[in-house]
């Protein structure tokens, strides 16, 4: 029999074994805010149809990561509290704990007791606790082996409270107190508005494993869901998306230098929201996650500081403004005000962000990871790192796009609406008089007064000398020094270097040369695909300092 497949000619260089992809991330959103079981459903199936998305281990039965965001479906919640004596009152009136305790009996009992009081003492009223239905026997053998004790914890809100953020930030002081002091316990999310649901597994196995993911009266308006590939971190319960209010597809290349600095202006740190309570939130960041779940916790800090979650987003992850011509003026007062407070989270990255009212997506100023949405005629919005996850008839589209490089897109379900990434940015930007404030307090190096002083002058001998006192070499002088004398500007180089270490060099180095940088870059597709391969393969990758590769 004829085999048509053999007469195809293959590209000289392509192997199949070297496919690479990254994480999947997909969210679905009915925009009048209507909560039904299909989203859920809809957001499962896409999560499922993103397996080439997700990192398995050799033996094909244990995965990187998978999980699910949602609002709280109150009417499930309701009827399982009740099954074991609970009153839980209304929507948004309690709190759930999703947490991963120890299997060990003697120190669950003591972290269970642990987070009790800590609720008690911030006063707020604990209801009682859930042990979550699961099916550990579909899970692979590595998963079982380092599974936690997964379990569900009540709190009530107060009277005096009111429901939402207010809520929220109570319980966000009463878990960072109790992730303080309880180093062996991790809260998935702990939240009156969301609650997440994820662990170690293969994409088919989160709706599997969790049997409240099978209940038909689970529903929610906003679903987000990911399916990881581990690029710097390694596979665990806890570093499964989604996060507390994101997922994220990419890396943060900038991360170090982002957890330092926050860790250094926490000194300076004030919020009307948190006044006499920010000792016990800080330090903001927990380093020891990965980087999607340090700038989730960036970005929870700044929510629960006051500040709006799109606000939060665009300040973290500002677009391309500094040489853009054609953006308003209002906008770059903007950035360019925020930008003396806070660097930018940079790296590819497409992020899907929630607190249970809205649903948003941002994507990395170079628009290295993609992102696809459309909306169907039930008003519902599909986004997804790639198109066809889900079989949608052609004529129940109302509109199909990508989101764009450095771009945002939120959807608002208490308004009922999708907002442009121009209004959007217009209406933060036109908040405040930035521009104002600039004039007023910035200052540039230009305008500094130069002291009426003569630059000092020295021979062609006292020059070598100083020169070789710090550490200046020939190929220095000839492929920087001179280039920048001559043009005004650094000249052009290779990524990286392959001189030795100057701990083991014979000759004396500068200070600067001991220090190098730690970097990560895998982009899809990749912009040097020979080279890339072999950075993706060592995952860390040393550059020269000062390089921003």
């Known amino acids: 029999m004829f085999d048509v497949k053999k007469e195809v000619p293959q590209a000289p260089l392509y192997r199949e074994a070297f496919e690479h992809d990254n994480c999947g991330i997909g969210a679905c959103v009915n925009i009048r805010g209507e909560k039904s079981r299909a989203i859920v459903e809809d957001a499962l199936k896409i999560v499922e149809n993103l397996e080439h998305r997700a990192g398995k281990d050799a033996e094909g039965k244990t995965g990187d990561g998978v999980g699910i965001l949602t609002q709280i479906p109150h009417k499930f919640f309701s009827r399982v509290a009740k099954a074991l004596g609970m009153e839980l009152g209304g929507e948004r009136e309690y709190g759930i704990a999703f947490v991963f305790f120890p299997q060990e009996e003697l120190r669950r009992n003591q972290a269970k007791k642990m987070f009790e009081i800590i609720v008690q003492k911030e006063g707020l009223e604990f209801l009682g606790w859930r042990e979550v239905p699961t099916f550990p026997n579909v899970l692979g053998r590595k998963a079982v082996e380092c599974m936690p004790a997964i379990m569900q914890g009540f709190v009530k809100k107060p009277a005096n409270v009111e429901k939402g953020l207010e809520f929220d930030r109570k319980l966000y002081i009463a878990r960072r107190l109790f992730e303080q002091s309880s180093e062996d316990t991790y809260v998935v999310s702990f939240s009156s508005r969301t609650i997440v649901y994820k662990g170690m597994f293969l994409v088919g196995q989160l709706r599997t494993f969790y049997a409240d993911l099978q209940s038909p009266d ?3 308006a906003i679903a987000m869901v990911h ?48 006044k006499g309570q920010m000792h016990k939130v800080l330090p ?16 929870e800090f700044l929510v629960m500081s006051g500040m709006d979650l799109p606000l939060a987003v665009m300040i973290a992850i500002p677009e391309p403004w500094a040489n853009d011509k054609a953006m308003s003026q209002t906008k770059r007062d903007f950035y360019q005000y925020y930008a003396t407070m806070m660097e930018p989270w940079d790296g590819p990255a497409s ?18 990871r993609p992102s696809r949405y459309m909306i169907t005629e039930e008003d519902t919005l599909i986004l997804s790192s790639e198109v066809g996850v889900l079989d949608i008839a052609p004529e129940k589209i109302r509109r199909k796009e990508r989101l764009r490089p450095g771009k945002m897109l939120l959807v608002d379900t208490v308004q009922g609406r999708v907002i442009s990434d121009e209004e959007l940015k217009e209406t933060y930007a036109s908040r405040q008089p930035y521009g104002e404030w600039l004039d007023n307090n910035l200052v540039f190096l230009k305008d500094l007064t130069i002291p009426n002083q003569r630059v000092p002058e020295y021979t062609g001998e006292e020059r070598q000398r100083m020169q070789k006192a710090f550490g200046y070499t020939y190929d220095e002088l000839k492929t920087s020094i001179l280039p920048m004398a001559k043009n005004g500007g650094e000249a052009i180089a290779a990524m990286g270097a392959d001189t030795p270490l100057p701990v083991l060099s014979n000759t004396i180095h500068p200070l600067f040369h001991y220090f190098k940088q730690l970097f990560a870059q895998v982009t899809n597709p990749p912009i040097d695909a020979i080279r890339e391969e072999i950075i993706t393969s060592t995952t860390v990758y040393i550059g020269t300092e000062g390089n921003i590769l």
């Open 218 to 220: 689970f529903e929610s």
């Open 227 to 274: 399916s990881r590939f581990s690029t710097n971190t390694n596979p665990s319960w806890e570093r499964a998306h989604p996060n507390r209010l994101m997922v994220h597809n990419g890396e943060i290349n900038t991360i170090r230098g982002n957890a330092d600095k926050m860790l250094a202006r926490e000194e300076n740190m004030a919020s009307e929201h948190l």
């Open 284 to 299: 903001a960041i927990n380093k020891t996650g990965s980087d999607s779940a340090m700038l989730d916790n960036t970005l």
């Open 351 to 368: 992020i899907l962000f929630s607190d249970g009212d809205v649903m948003g997506a941002v994507l990395d100023r170079n628009g290295l």
